[in-house]
């Protein structure tokens, strides 16, 4: 993709203000107003300026921790850099059994935000270790990020260079050596990531670059369908994927980022239905599998049912996908969904809309025997309540974990990007993030 205020927000902490913070809570930061002290057998410690939560005794510093983040070398990852707080063994692949994520035999609480701009934007080691060490601030344990970027003249960072329909993948400093550094800042952060590897959008090139160099056509659906589309798809995938099989901080893989029949050009064949989108996720999800046995392999979609005459658009599958369809293709490890009342149309109650979405998935997650997260979600207005209603949700209904658009960071260059959603470490919404993300841990 792309609040009530202070009282609705302090109603919200309330139960945390007047006890000693629980295990995971939070207990300090800029702006803190909670309790400072946390229950026996943790220890309040520093996770940057604007948070502090209440670890283990067993894992915390003896020490008290700095606030910055060593940068990790800019080769490619070979171990993590010193931490304000040390991170959690990058070793062992993350897994499913069942509804759950698991690491190394234990449950995996999938929770945190996107940046899709950590790898795309030129920013420095630093800076990216200062992005991924808010993100962590709040306890999450994942980010999702973007793993591409098309262009047809070389500029910047950029992934694939498309020139009279070919393609060249850049493996240079301001290609996959950058991603490399994500890695990295990733792993020194204690986070793991899921990667997108194209865009139904023609945000950083995507899918209608690839029909328009190979096909001359702005029919977006024949990314889907044409043979030598989907071989430099392939083509691409076997570089990219290929190149991180053994890197656990790798989480997963994901098809496209909401992929649909059409995309920005707005124009398909006509022939593009919930059975194409489904046939393309089978083969390209195997075919993932075929070359990179390690890690997990999700759509990336938007989640969208297929309930022909249903008055809810995200409900009608006139965009090409069933989420129960594709939840069932069985190289297809978890689902994806996301959820913006407001650019679907859902205006008359964004929040209550949400609720029935997010039950809804929950419902299609049991039936599946799968793990379904909320990778993307965002309103614009009433933040710290919507979220606070979702998250509440979302732990009711047993979904398995969620990743907030978007997470947002004050470089000393300036602001990350905002569209509305950034939540950035002084933002209210922070902290709802940081004591949700506690109660996934909590749970198990």
Request: proline share 7%.
């Amino acid at each position: 993709m792309f609040g009530v205020g202070l009282v609705s927000l302090a109603l919200a902490l309330a139960p945390f203000a007047n006890a000693a913070s629980p295990e995971w809570g939070q207990c300090g930061g800029i702006g803190w107003t909670g309790d400072t002290t946390c229950v026996a057998g943790t220890v309040c410690t520093v996770q940057n300026p604007y948070y502090s939560q209440c670890l283990p005794s067993s894992s915390a510093p003896t020490t008290t921790p700095p606030t910055t983040v060593v940068p990790p070398p800019t080769s490619s990852p070979s171990g993590p850099t010193t931490t304000s707080v040390p991170p959690p063994s990058s070793t062992g692949f993350v897994k499913v059994s069942g509804q759950k994520f698991v690491l190394n035999g234990q449950t995996y609480p999938l929770v945190g935000a996107n940046s899709y701009w950590v790898g795309l934007m030129g920013y420095s080691t630093a800076q990216m270790n200062q992005a991924f060490s808010d993100i962590a601030g709040t306890g999450a344990t994942t980010v999702r990020t973007w793993g591409f970027n098309d262009v047809t003249s070389p500029n910047g960072i950029y992934y694939q260079l498309w020139q009279n329909g070919q393609a060249t993948v850049n493996t240079g400093a301001t290609g996959l050596q950058n991603f490399d550094n994500v890695v990295a800042a990733a792993k020194a952060n204690g986070l793991r990531l899921i990667v997108a590897l194209t865009n139904n959008w023609s945000d950083y090139g995507g899918m209608d670059v690839y029909v328009q160099q190979i096909a001359g056509s702005a029919d977006h659906d024949l990314f889907y369908t044409n043979a030598n589309v989907i071989a430099a798809y392939k083509s691409y995938i076997k570089t990219f994927v290929g190149r991180y099989v053994n890197e656990p901080t790798i989480l997963g893989w994901e098809l496209a980022n909401e992929p649909r029949c059409r995309g920005s050009t707005g124009t398909s064949t006509g022939t593009c239905t919930t059975q194409t989108i489904t046939n393309w996720v089978s083969e390209i999800s195997a075919y993932i599998k075929s070359i990179d046995p390690n890690h997990l392999v999700a759509i990336g979609d938007e989640g969208f049912f297929n309930e022909p005459g249903s008055p809810d658009y995200p409900y009608q599958g006139s965009e090409g996908i069933d989420f129960n369809a594709n939840l069932n293709v069985t190289t297809i490890d978890f689902g994806t969904a996301h959820l913006y009342p407001g650019s679907w149309g859902e205006t008359a109650d964004p929040t209550g809309f949400g609720t029935k979405w997010i039950t809804d998935h929950a419902t299609s997650q049991k039936a599946a025997n799968k793990p379904v997260i909320l990778e993307e979600f965002g309103v614009t207005s009433d933040q710290a309540s919507t979220y606070t209603t979702w998250y509440s949700d979302i732990i009711s209904t047993g979904l398995t974990g969620d990743l907030i658009w978007q997470a947002g960071s004050h470089f000393s260059t300036g602001d990350t990007p905002n569209d509305g959603y950034a939540i950035y470490p002084d933002s209210p919404v922070y902290a709802v993030e940081s004591q949700h993300f506690a109660a996934v841990k909590a749970r198990g």
